[in-house]
């Protein structure tokens, strides 16, 4: 007599394979998978520290700006003052 309802549970005693045996694959299975094939020589990747190198550069010179642009600010609104000022009248 066939099951009335027809339901079944998955089952979560089937095998599993243990993973981890298979994680790199061996010299000569590379081999297999590579056979007859020329390596392409990509793109070399810049070093970390020419580029952190290059992004030092790029701020030191930002702040040298800032800094010449609030001299020339400060120069400009002093020129105004002291002997330079112009006469007040009350």
Known sequence: MPDAGGFHHRSTLKQQNKTFKSRHASKGAIKAKNKGRVGTVGPKASSSSALSSKKADRRNAAKIEQLKKRAELVANTRFFTGT???????
């Not at 330079?84 to 009350?90: E, F």
Request: without cysteine; hydrophobic residues 45%.
């Open 84 to 90: 330079n000022a112009p006469p007040k009248i009350v």
